[in-house]
């Protein structure tokens, strides 16, 4: 580290590598719920529901409890039971893959193109066996999957297709959300990502009879939801329809949400222009590449991440102590699930892009309200670094 960087650092905050857009309008939002008295799964829930639908050009909207649970409910709705497997990429975070085994399937990993992170036909067809029953592609970091050859492919076999849009609030396949057209997608609204409600997740789908399955399974797999009993003027007496769960959002999170939904386009073009002068000025550098929209859609950049190819003359975790030592919060790449001792009784195959990504990339702070100054500085540590 150079001694102007040095000496800045000292003098500056520290950089977070995210930090959540939360103001005074969704303050007053969780508030007038707690006024209202409907605190739990009730008509903000409703709204947010549809609202969040028509964002993503989906029919249906199911708020639950995490983006986990949204997929969860999604493989359930899906048929996919004891014994299939699913595949899945291992570059993921760990919850991709854990699903599958909460329907006691077999989660399969598949390899990712290195350029964007995500599932290809060639990847998944190579992880194909008989017993394959449905894939899980990932919309990582923001980054569009390849929507139609990834739907064509799966359609042709006969697989069920699980969209796990966690990071996707905002992105384009296409011109078009990347909700649109989905089997079932599943978005998290963790503060990590562009649009968040604290804790809280969605499952979107087209499908009238697999939104009104999931809206029971979150339930307890009741027959008529708590806030349509509790509303009723007249007894009403439920049944219990399947074994369920209790995966609801409140109403507080949903005017969290509604309030963070008008913001989200916003929130998605800030995110670009720091990016393209990520991009910009991290041009030319060897051994380093930054990730970028793919030619068929636009990422919403929820993470960016830069590879450090062969002929980068640091390590990713000496570049992580440096951007440290500068005063930048920073984070090791996406993990490799496989890797993780959770998975170690999964026979895998090399991976070998996953495990490059993983091992050899770096995610930048990206937030609102990000100064010049502040990206200055995470500039400055990686052109010190660079040959």
Same mark, same amino acid.
């Given at each position: 580290m150079t001694s102007a960087v040095a000496t800045e650092a000292e003098a500056a905050p520290r950089?977070?590598?995210?930090?959540?857009?939360?103001?005074?309008? /969704?303050?007053?939002?969780?508030?007038?719920?707690?006024?209202?008295?409907?605190?739990?799964?009730?008509?903000?829930?409703?709204?947010? /529901?549809?609202?969040?639908a028509a964002e993503v050009g989906a029919?249906?909207?199911?708020?639950?409890?995490?983006?986990?649970?949204a997929l969860h409910l999604g493989l359930v709705a899906l048929g996919v039971g004891a014994g299939e497997e699913v595949v899945v990429p291992s570059?993921?975070?760990?919850?991709?893959?854990?699903?599958?085994?909460?329907?006691n399937a077999v989660p399969v990993f598949a390899d990712v193109d290195v350029a964007?992170?995500?599932?290809?036909? /060639?990847t998944i067809t190579a992880a194909l066996t008989p017993k394959t029953r449905a894939v899980i592609l990932v919309h990582q970091g923001?980054?569009?999957?390849?929507?139609?050859?990834?739907r064509a492919l799966c359609a042709d076999r006969g697989l069920a297709l699980l969209e796990d849009a966690a990071c996707a609030a905002g992105v384009r396949y296409r011109g078009a959300p990347v909700g649109v057209g989905a089997q079932v997608a599943a978005w998290s609204f963790h503060p990590r990502k562009l649009l968040t409600t604290g804790e809280g997740g969605m499952a979107t789908t087209d499908d009238a009879d697999v939104a009104a399955r999931m809206r029971r399974l979150r339930e307890h797999g009741m027959n008529v939801s708590a806030a349509?009993?509790?509303?009723?003027?007249?007894?009403?007496?439920?049944?219990?329809?399947?074994?369920g769960f209790n995966y609801r959002m409140t109403d507080i999170q949903a005017a969290v949400g509604l309030v963070q939904l008008r913001k989200l386009a916003a929130t998605?073009?800030?995110?670009?222009?720091?990016?393209?002068?990520?991009?910009?000025?991290?041009?030319?550098?060897?051994?380093?590449?930054?990730?970028?929209?793919?030619?068929?859609?636009q990422t919403n950049y929820q993470s960016f991440w830069v590879r450090l190819d062969e002929g980068f003359p640091v390590s990713r975790d000496e570049l992580l102590l440096r951007l440290s030592d500068a005063g930048v919060s920073?984070?090791?790449?996406?993990?490799?699930?496989?890797? /993780?001792p959770a998975y170690a009784d999964v026979s895998t195959p090399r991976l070998p892009n996953t495990e490059a990504l993983s091992l050899n990339s770096l995610i930048l702070p990206v937030f609102h309200g990000m100064t010049a100054s502040q990206q200055d500085r995470v500039i400055a540590v990686l052109k010190a670094a660079s040959p």
């Open positions: 950089i977070p590598v995210m930090v959540p857009w939360l103001g005074e309008e /969704e303050a007053e939002a969780a508030a007038e719920a707690v006024r209202s008295g409907w605190v739990a799964q009730g008509p903000r829930v409703a709204e947010f /529901e549809r609202a969040f029919a249906h909207g199911v708020a639950v409890s995490s983006g986990t649970t570059l993921s975070f760990i919850a991709t893959a854990n699903v599958a085994r909460y329907v964007t992170g995500n599932l290809t036909p /060639e923001g980054v569009p999957a390849d929507l139609d050859a990834v349509d009993r509790h509303a009723s003027t007249k007894p009403v007496l439920e049944a219990y329809l399947e074994t998605v073009a800030e995110r670009r222009e720091i990016a393209a002068r990520y991009q910009r000025e991290l041009a030319g550098i060897a051994g380093l590449t930054p990730v970028a929209d793919p030619a068929y859609g920073a984070r090791r790449g996406i993990m490799a699930a496989h890797m /993780e």
